[in-house]
């Protein structure tokens, strides 16, 4: 029976070591107190240690316990031995200090009491506090790593923003503003080319003519603008106001106008000017029967029919009346008259506005021709012109097709974002630096990402830096543990002794 006690293993749980070791009255409750007397003179003592790598190896970096000093004596036997006298005694102060400190430490068992609550401390604390810092640089990784795509996917996405602004504006994006200004100069030749395809609606415009002459007899003219650039093409606005082709054409000079020069940019229009940039202002002066008394607020300016605001009691103001709808006589196309009728904004908005009336003309049409199929609908046609009988859906849906076409070309964003540059050069900066913020903030967000990158570098360089130490103090508690397992198992004539629940 009792050789069967003799084999029983004695299990402690770690956490409760010290309390198990006090109990069974190994050690006292006031071994904290001889722990510091002798941690006084671990301090003193290792102030005057002999060359040796060993010896450095155990003071470097670990906590200095009792079976450290067991070694450190036994290093010292080597080292110390020509101080040993006949009686077996070292003369060595070293040897005497050390020898004192392991003597103080097994007195009531005072060095089991401290590497129970090393080990303790290591399985309890300093091991979990390891493990969460690891942890932490591992989540710190991991958070970065998201950032840093997210950086970099908004970076991608601001240049895709970019690549398609400058497609919707027709420009690579090399030089935006120089882009922006070249593409003004192909204006002209794109707006004569859309003028000739007017050409093509000359049947749509009669049928509409006819149809609504037929109807309703209606005696004024309709769609008189697209008449005439069907006819003649897009020409001045000159010509469409006078009848006549001018001799000179003075285009306005599209530069961006000195600081002490009234713009756009520095009157104040109030509510009317809400949308500043994207419609022209006409700074002339009319009355209600539509002359234009040829007003011009534009300083430094000598043209016909301006005012001379200069002394005026002793220069009297003179006013020259010229012929309504233009104010530059003999045959000169001046500023906005000089523009092609789809260059100025006022004749292409009537222009686009007739298009879409004769759209909305042929769509009813083309509606009232599929439902048409009886005796009585067919005889309400039946004294029409032969341009509206002669008509059938497909050649409607044709004229339809043509006509889209033309309308499209003209409110294409792209054009839009042309006759912008052109109405003001203004536009022109505010474009290139909105295009630019863009750039701007996909540069920024590349180095976020970079950033977010170097912050990952250093977390994980931290992570690198800890886990030794978490191997480190795991093999240090492996040690505590079979040293205190070997003491506690010789006090119980050898008995096995498990520790529970150590790992670090």
């Known amino acids: 029976m009792e050789q069967n006690i003799q084999n029983l293993p004695i299990d402690i749980q770690t956490g409760k070591l010290l309390d198990w070791l006090v109990d069974r009255r190994h050690c006292t409750l006031k071994w904290q107190t001889a722990v510091m007397a002798i941690r006084e003179k671990i301090n003193a003592a290792i102030q005057d240690m002999p060359e040796n790598e060993e010896i450095k190896e155990l003071l470097s970096g670990s906590y200095i316990h009792y079976f450290h000093c067991l070694r450190i004596i036994e290093i010292l036997k080597r080292t110390e031995a020509s101080t040993k006298n006949i009686f077996g005694r070292y003369s060595s102060q070293r040897m005497k200090d050390w020898q004192e400190i392991v003597s103080d430490y097994e007195k009531e068992s005072v060095y089991l009491a401290e590497v129970a609550s090393l080990l303790v ?42 690549y398609e602004a400058c497609k919707q504006y027709g420009i690579k994006g090399e030089n935006v503003a120089r882009e922006l200004q070249a593409l003004v100069k192909d204006l002209p030749v794109v707006l004569e080319k859309t003028g000739k395809k007017a050409a093509c609606l000359e049947e749509a415009i009669q049928f509409y003519t006819a149809f609504t002459n037929f109807v309703s007899d209606w005696s004024e003219e309709v769609l008189p603008l697209l008449r005439f650039v069907q006819k003649k093409g897009n020409t001045t606005v000159y010509e469409w106001k006078t009848g006549n082709v001018p001799t000179v054409i003075e285009r306005p000079v599209m530069e961006e106008a000195p600081p002490d020069v009234v713009t756009e940019e520095t009157i104040d229009w109030g509510d009317i000017n809400s949308g500043a940039g994207t419609e022209e202002v006409n700074f002339g002066i009319t009355v209600e029967d539509g002359v234009d008394w040829g007003i011009s607020l534009e300083s430094g300016t000598e043209e016909t029919g301006g005012i001379d605001w200069g002394d005026t009691e002793s220069t009297p103001v003179e006013i020259e009346v010229v012929d309504v709808g233009t104010d530059c006589p003999d045959g000169v196309a001046r500023g906005e ?6 260059e100025n904004s006022q004749t292409r908005g009537q222009f686009i506005d007739e298009l879409m009336e004769l759209e909305v003309f042929l769509c009813q049409r083309l509606s009232e021709m599929n439902e048409e199929g009886d005796v009585v609908s067919m005889s309400q046609f ?22 889209r076409d033309l309308l499209n070309e003209l409110t294409l964003q792209r054009m839009q974002h042309l006759f912008m540059i052109q109405a003001s050069p203004r536009y022109v900066e505010r474009v290139s630096e909105l295009l630019r913020q863009k750039i701007k903030q996909a540069d920024i967000l590349l180095l976020k990402s970079r950033t977010m990158a170097e912050k990952q570098q250093e977390a994980l360089e931290e992570q690198a830096k800890l886990e030794p130490r978490i191997d480190l103090l795991a093999a240090r508690t492996k040690e505590l543990q079979k040293l205190i397992e070997a003491d ?17």
């Open 121 to 162: 401390r290591n399985v309890s604390y300093e091991g979990p506090a390891l493990r969460k810092q690891v942890s932490k640089a591992q989540q710190l990784q991991q958070e970065l790593s998201r950032r840093e795509l997210e950086c970099q996917s908004g970076a991608a996405d601001m240049k895709d923003r970019f």
């Open 337 to 342: 008259d000089a523009l092609s009728l789809l």
């Open 382 to 403: 039946q004294l029409a012109p032969s341009v509206i009988q002669a008509q059938t859906p497909e050649r409607v849906q044709a004229m339809l097709r043509e006509l």
């Open 488 to 504: 506690i198992s010789k006090r119980y004539n050898n008995r096995p002794v498990n520790l529970m629940g150590v790992h670090v």
